[in-house]
T-cell receptor
Framework: RKEVEQDPGPFNVPEGATVAFNCTYS??????FFWYRQDCRKEPKLLMS???SGNEDGRFTAQLNRASQYISLLIRDSKLSDSATYLC?????????FGAGTRLTVKP | DGGITQSPKYLFRKEGQNVTLSCEQN?????MYWYRQDPGQGLRLIYY???????QKGDIAEGYSVSREKKESFPLTVTSAQKNPTAFYLC???????????FGPGTRLTVL
């Protein structure tokens, strides 16, 4: 079993749709969690941290479920510019593990 | 401007040659990392360093070497022993206890 697993996608959604990604992790000692966005042929960029209580940044909401060992990212009112690959990251001290990413395409 | 720089952006190498990829950060981050990304795949950890003069192998260290003589710099050498070096190489850094990591723009290495 991989340490971090993501929905492989691709997700193809119309503009304005709500879309959710999940990411499961195997190490119960994991401490910190993040979502990244990666555009084609570019470096990943930090989108948001994920806190136990859940957190929101505009149209984006991140949730953590420690009991079931998964994190989620919800995007509301999708924009064309949201098209990208979304990576989850699970860390334990400075040991960081990346998911393989979920590809999202938002269509007009 | 604070950030992470990598050079060169594109690099072409002949088989049998060693090549060194540069990574510099002025964020005063303690930890630095090298990842490899192949088309359509996730990031795989090559090496990481938490402090100067110390580094650890990641999941795919064979055929690579690193040094950490300065806090700001973490160069990666791709040796001729690396069987499939053509890939996108990403350097990253992170502050202890902080969010991240934060990535440099990457180097695309092609072996001819």
């Amino acid at each position: 079993r991989k340490e971090v697993e993501q929905d492989p996608g691709p997700f193809n959604v119309p503009e304005g749709a709500t879309v959710a990604f999940n990411c499961t992790y195997s190490n119960s000692a994991s401490q910190s969690f993040f979502w990244y966005r990666q555009d084609c042929r570019k470096e990943p960029k930090l989108l948001m941290s994920v806190y136990s209580s859940g957190n929101e940044d505009g149209r984006f909401t991140a949730q953590l479920n420690r009991a079931s060992q998964y994190i989620s990212l919800l995007i509301r009112d999708s924009k064309l510019s949201d098209s990208a690959t979304y990576l989850c990251v699970v860390t334990n001290n400075n040991d960081m593990r990346f998911g393989a990413g979920t590809r999202l395409t938002v269509k007009p | 401007d604070g950030g992470i720089t990598q050079s060169p952006k594109y690099l072409f190498r002949k088989e049998g040659q060693n090549v060194t990829l540069s990574c510099e950060q002025n964020l005063n981050h303690d930890a630095m990392y090298w990842y490899r990304q192949d088309p359509g795949q996730g990031l795989r950890l090559i090496y990481y360093s938490q402090i100067v003069n110390d580094f650890q192998k990641g999941d795919i260290a064979e055929g690579y070497s690193v040094s950490r003589e300065k806090k700001e710099s973490f160069p990666l050498t791709v040796t001729s022993a690396q069987k499939n070096p053509t890939a996108f190489y990403l350097c990253a850094s992170k502050a202890s206890g902080g969010p991240g990591p934060f990535f440099g723009p990457g180097t695309r290495l092609t072996v001819l």
